[in-house]
T-cell receptor, first 115, second 114 residues
Framework: AQKITQTQPGMFVQEKEAVTLDCTYDTSDQSYGLFWYKQPSSGEMIFLIYQGSYDEQNATEGRYSLNFQKARKSANLVISASQLGDSAMYFCAMREGYNTDKLIFGTGTRLQVFP | EAGVAQSPRYKIIEKRQSVAFWCNPISGHATLYWYQQILGQGPKLLIQFQNNGVVDDSQLPKDRFSAERLKGVDSTLKIQPAKLEDSAVYLC????????????FGPGTRLLVL
């Protein structure tokens, strides 16, 4: 079974609007971490935001926020006030347990921001 | 602070040839990772080093792939002999010591095997 599922292969959003990228995960661990990375066409993976399974508040980093719904096992990324430079692939990833570094990535969502 | 450096950025080889990729992590980062990202997929961990020791290489195809990190700093990933299905982006990442730390990625090496 897939551990990380990103069901949206592509999303379009107009500049200055907000957009939500979906991510669901599957784990039996109580302790885990969820990450979002951005991958522009240049190829590097840029870390955006992190949510720990025990964090009670949703993580926020500037225009990025993570809508963490533990019971539904979802960790959606919300980008507010989209910019043209936000056009890229976005990957959700999970680290299971506390004593491991291994990240498991989803298949990604391509976001296109148009003027 | 300089990021993770990788070279070359692009490589085209024929099947059965060998190829090597180099990675220099962020200064002070004890943990180094190599990922393989096939087109249309997310990255998959190949091998993880803690200083110069291997922590996890369970997904490394050891019959053709090898990696080393001799002095606990930079690392080399080698493929010998290459197959068509090895065409992918090879990403290197590093993090400070500790399982809860964020991984920071380099720009990747795009490999095309003909």
């Amino acid at each position: 079974a897939q551990k990380i599922t990103q069901t949206q292969p592509g999303m379009f959003v107009q500049e200055k609007e907000a957009v939500t990228l979906d991510c669901t995960y599957d784990t039996s661990d109580q302790s885990y971490g969820l990450f979002w990375y951005k991958q522009p066409s240049s190829g590097e993976m840029i870390f955006l935001i992190y949510q720990g399974s025990y964090d009670e508040q949703n993580a926020t980093e500037g225009r990025y926020s993570l809508n963490f719904q533990k019971a539904r096992k979802s960790a959606n990324l919300v980008i507010s006030a989209s910019q043209l430079g936000d056009s890229a692939m976005y990957f959700c990833a999970m680290r299971e347990g506390y004593n491991t570094d291994k990240l498991i990535f989803g298949t990604g969502t391509r976001l296109q921001v148009f003027p | 602070e300089a990021g993770v450096a990788q070279s070359p950025r692009y490589k085209i080889i024929e099947k059965r040839q060998s190829v090597a990729f180099w990675c220099n992590p962020i200064s002070g980062h004890a943990t180094l990772y190599w990922y393989q990202q096939i087109l249309g997929q997310g990255p998959k961990l190949l091998i993880q080093f803690q200083n110069n020791g291997v922590v996890d290489d369970s997904q490394l195809p050891k019959d053709r792939f090898s990696a080393e990190r001799l002095k606990g700093v930079d690392s080399t990933l080698k493929i010998q002999p290459a197959k068509l299905e090895d065409s992918a982006v090879y990403l290197c990442a590093s993090s400070t010591q500790g399982a809860a730390e964020t991984q920071y990625f380099g720009p990747g090496t795009r490999l095309l095997v003909l």
